[in-house]
């Protein structure tokens, strides 16, 4: 390197650690607000809701008190499933939306 050369502001190894701690606390924030989003998927016409967070943790689950009283067991599990698989899938999405702006900061050498 020629005497006297600076690199350009922000680049180098302490640039790179305030990208990355900058990129690291918006992360945290996004997982943040994540947790407190929620998608909700249904089965059945309806008969069956699931409610899962951005960060995927189930929050509720519902089922039609008389699907219920229908006693078909199989079928509630299979609604249940379907409704649970479909709110994952969303709340999946959900967060692939939030934090892929996010790899777009990622530092590169």
């Keep these: 390197m020629a005497k ?3 690199a350009p502001k922000g680049t180098g190894p302490a640039g790179m650690m305030q990208q990355l701690q900058k990129l690291q606390e918006q992360l945290q ?3 943040e607000q ?6 909700t998927a249904t089965a059945g016409g309806g008969v069956v809701r699931v409610t899962l967070t951005g960060d995927q ?4 689950v519902e ?7 229908e006693g078909d067991v ?7 499933l379907t409704a649970f698989n479909l709110a994952l899938e969303r709340s ?15 530092p590169y050498s």
């Design 74 to 80: 199989e079928m509630i599990q299979d609604l249940v």
């Design 29 to 31: 924030q996004v997982q």
């Design 63 to 69: 089922i039609d008190p008389q699907l219920i009283q």
């Design 92 to 106: 999946r999405e959900l967060a692939a939306e939030r934090l892929g702006p996010l790899a777009g900061g990622l």
């Design 34 to 39: 994540l947790a407190q989003e929620t998608v």
């Design 57 to 60: 943790r189930c929050k509720s």
């Design 4 to 6: 006297g050369y600076k």
